[in-house]
């Protein structure tokens, strides 16, 4: 019988999530109570994700990315109402002398269950895992499949087998000819808002984006209204499809928790981030199309490349489909080619240009919040071609580029009485104090001991005080010995902080970033002591 009758044939008897549109892919939602009985009758691949909007659609893009796999059922399954299925995983991975906290459970793993086990799952290693796991990638995800179903006899088959490999040593260029000039589409030097090829549209800045002596500069705060970007004056103008080249000069400030951003071109079609201290290129040739489409993106790590805080750098990139190659030169040294696999192409072939489901036709844009992360620093010297350059022109190009002269500030020491004040605020449920703090500088986000303000706020049960940290962006990740807040008010049963610190770690801004230990806390942390009065 063909897959997809036996998948509607499950959905009736399970349940299902679908994701909307007429080529949309069907997922059996998988349970505590279901999952045995589905792995007996067909080996299931299952992700680990949420029951609200943007875990259901992250479960879309799965079953999308992965609906040409046939020989197994694919599934969902909600992370917070399973118990037996978390069980099992903690039983396979000490079975397999995985240790705790090594790997873990994220949101976006990926399981494998065969008649009624967990027999692997994407935080598992696999032939050509990347040194730092994300919790999405197509080829990474494919990747693992394969080698998962292999290794546990399940046939298959399956339309996308990604390269083995995503980096390979830079190709020599066949022409030494270099034009700097030919496909020039944009170019922006910021001493105005003005495209110096006459080709584009102004550059728009609103909110705290401003210029800066010759530089863009945004502040990293994460508020809708902040960005600055250009849109093509003529959708044909989007050179996506057919190949382009990037290059522009970028200074961070700070990595805003591990979720800096830099650029985007295309609303989600191509992102530069910072991920922890390293570049992140994030290509979804999908996104555009909304969730009909969206089937997730290629994730690509430099790990060979240092982007220093309150350093001036270069990236300069070329993306060649033909080629089947993303050439990269970092501060004018040549990196490694990224590989371009065949599904990315074909993707990318479907792209209409201008039919972006978010209107528009949008060229570049330095402040995205897609993935709750932000520009805190300045860029300049922003120059795009429709066509890819070779690897000598990118070389020469990069040399050309002068980058932006706004004198480096001196990193400021967070003042210990401010921090003080803070989470002394927190403790006590002084909502105007702990604006005020942050108001007069104090990073929402300042440790007193290893204890954030939220970590205060959710121990002692100051639901105002959470509401407020919520409001000023506090990062709901952050762990003192192993405990996020919520952690903390689950343990102090304040279920009412625990159900507002849920809601807000399903946010954009951490979605993606959730993880789970693999341990239970025996013992609950008792907080630093404060000097001064405790408010009751």
């Known amino acids: 019988m063909h897959l997809q009758k036996l998948l509607s044939a499950a959905c009736i008897a399970a349940g299902c ?64 109402s399973v118990q037996t299925i978390h069980s099992q995983i903690y039983a396979l991975y000490r079975n397999n002398n995985i240790q705790n906290g090594e790997d873990g459970v994220t949101l976006g793993t990926i399981l494998l269950i065969k008649d009624g086990h967990v027999v692997s799952t994407s935080q598992m290693g696999y032939p050509g895992r990347p040194p730092e796991a994300h919790n999405n990638g197509v080829a990474d995800v494919r990747r693992w499949m394969i080698h998962a179903l292999e290794s546990n006899g399940i046939p298959y088959r399956g339309a996308y087998r990604p390269p083995s490999v995503d980096f390979v040593d830079p190709a020599p260029d066949q022409s030494g000819a270099v034009d700097l000039q030919r496909g020039r589409i944009a170019y922006f030097t910021f001493e105005d808002l003005k495209d110096r090829t006459g080709q584009q549209t102004d550059f728009v800045l609103r909110d705290s984006a401003r210029l800066s002596n010759g530089a863009i500069y945004l502040d990293g705060k994460y508020n809708a209204s902040t960005t600055a970007y250009f849109l093509y004056r003529r959708t044909e103008e989007e050179p996506y499809k057919n190949g382009f080249s990037l290059s522009f000069n970028f200074r961070q400030l700070s990595h805003d928790q591990g979720r800096g951003h830099l650029v985007a071109l295309g609303h989600g079609l191509f992102d530069i981030r910072i991920w922890r201290g ?58 490694r080619d990224i590989v371009l696999d065949d599904r990315m192409l074909g993707e990318l072939l479907r792209y209409e240009p201008g039919a972006t489901f978010h209107g528009g036709s949008l060229g570049l844009e330095f402040s995205n919040f897609s993935y709750g992360g932000t520009l805190h620093g300045y860029a ?156 009751r």
């Open 17 to 80: 999530l679908i994701a909307a549109g007429p080529l949309a892919a069907q997922g059996v939602a998988v349970t505590d109570q279901n999952f045995e009985q589905l792995s007996r009758q067909r080996p299931v691949l299952a992700i680990l994700s949420l029951g609200c909007d943007i875990g259901s659609y992250m479960g879309r893009m799965f079953v999308n990315a992965n609906s040409d796999v046939q020989g197994v059922q694919l599934g969902i399954i909600d992370y917070n």
């Open 278 to 335: 390293r570049l992140l290129l994030d290509l979804d040739p999908s996104y555009e199309k909304g969730e009909e489409g969206s089937i997730g993106p290629w994730l690509y790590e430099l790990s060979d490349v240092d982007p220093r805080i309150n350093i001036w750098h270069n990236l300069s990139l070329a993306f060649d489909p033909v080629a089947k190659r993303m050439r990269l030169v970092f501060d004018g040294r040549r990196i």
């Open 380 to 535: 300049d010297n922003v120059l795009i071609f429709n066509r890819p350059l070779s690897g000598a022109e990118l070389s020469a190009l990069a040399a050309e580029q002068e980058s932006g002269d706004e004198p480096a500030p001196q990193p400021a020491s967070p003042d210990p009485q401010l921090i003080l004040k803070l989470v002394s605020a927190a403790r006590s449920g002084d909502t105007t104090g702990i604006r005020s703090a942050v108001a007069a500088g104090a990073s929402v986000d300042s440790l007193y001991q290893g204890w954030s303000a939220l970590h205060f706020a959710a121990y002692y049960g100051r639901q105002a005080a959470v509401q407020t940290l919520i409001d000023l962006h506090a990062n709901a990740l952050l762990k003192v010995q192993g405990f996020t807040a919520q952690d903390l008010a689950r343990s102090r049963n304040q279920s009412a902080i625990v159900q507002m610190l849920e809601d807000y770690s399903n946010t954009r801004a951490f979605f993606f970033e959730r993880s789970f230990p693999l341990v239970q806390h025996r013992a609950l942390l008792l907080p630093p002591t404060l000097p001064g009065p405790r408010r």
